[in-house]
């Protein structure tokens, strides 16, 4: 009986560690220095855009458009675009999504957990 529990928790623990190898491989997401919606609407980048509220609420869209007097957020659902009016009033800051989120020290991260998670089977 004492060899199974020995055993059991050998497992447990690879299991264990294979799952928080998985946890680290995963990027973050990081967002560069917050903007407003002018420069927002005016900037040609691709990428995820992160608008916050007020009140708090988050909203990520694909992109912020300026039309006539109002600003939209616009992601793409069902291969269609969806446009949501932001007002001025309403929002707090927008951040753009920082390419280079997942650098050169999150690869190293993600290798080093994923040798360790080889190693340990």
């Keep these: 009986m004492i ?3 020995k055993s059991y928790n050998k497992d ?3 299991i264990l560690g294979l799952l928080l190898s998985l946890m680290l491989i995963q990027g973050c997401k990081a967002y560069k220095s917050p903007t407003n919606l002018e420069q ?10 992160k608008v916050t509220m007020v009140n708090g609420d988050e909203y990520i869209y694909e992109n912020i458009e300026f039309s006539g007097d109002t600003y939209y957020g616009v992601k793409m659902v069902n291969a269609e675009k969806e446009k949501t009016v932001l007002l001025k009033e309403d929002v707090l800051k927008v951040e753009r999504k920082s ?12 290798l080093g957990s994923a040798m360790m998670a080889i190693l340990m089977f």
């Design 99 to 110: 390419k280079s989120s997942f650098g050169a020290l999150g690869i190293a991260i993600g």
């Design 3 to 5: 060899i199974l529990e």
């Design 40 to 49: 927002a609407a005016k900037t040609e980048e691709k990428g995820v855009v």
């Design 12 to 14: 447990f623990l690879k």
